[in-house]
């Protein structure tokens, strides 16, 4: 049992994937670090100087001054500033591994059509296989 999953764990399509995986959380963490720390800081001057990591809905009816506060207190709050810095992350972790998928795709050289196994018969028109010297249908030479 131990030999067969030292097998599977070693076969490459296993190990690609994990390498996949790792590779795709390093690079999650720096996109969330591009949106967070560079595109959403211009985005909120835009917006009146709005900082959307501390953008909070208060369901508890008691003010609170900020999201760390309301937290602090104990207070039920909807992160809506949070969820849109995590739609921006998904938007751009999406467009860029299009984009990679798409450069891929275009290097990669189209398989040859395979060689066709059968022809049809010229005097009966029924299918053959390619090396036949005779029609089976219609007993002609081909």
Excluded: W
Excluded at 35 to 51: N, T
Excluded at 105 to 126: G, I, M, Q, W, Y
């Amino acid at each position: 049992m131990l030999k067969e999953f030292k097998e599977f764990a070693m076969r490459g399509n296993v190990l690609d994937m994990a390498i996949g995986v790792i590779i795709g959380g390093a690079f999650g963490k720096i996109v969330s670090s591009l949106v967070s720390d560079v595109l959403m800081p211009p985005i909120g001057l835009l917006m009146g100087k709005v900082d959307f990591s501390s953008l909070f809905l208060n369901l508890s009816g008691t003010p609170q001054p900020s999201l760390a506060a309301a937290k602090a207190a104990g207070a039920p709050t909807i992160n809506y500033g949070v969820f849109l810095q995590t739609v921006f992350d998904f938007i751009i972790i999406a467009f860029v591994i299009f984009m990679l998928v798409k450069q891929i795709n275009r290097l990669k050289k189209p398989e040859p059509a395979a060689a066709p196994t059968t022809k049809d018969c010229p005097h009966c028109l029924s299918t053959i296989p390619i090396k036949a010297t005779k029609c089976a249908h219609c007993t002609s030479a081909v």
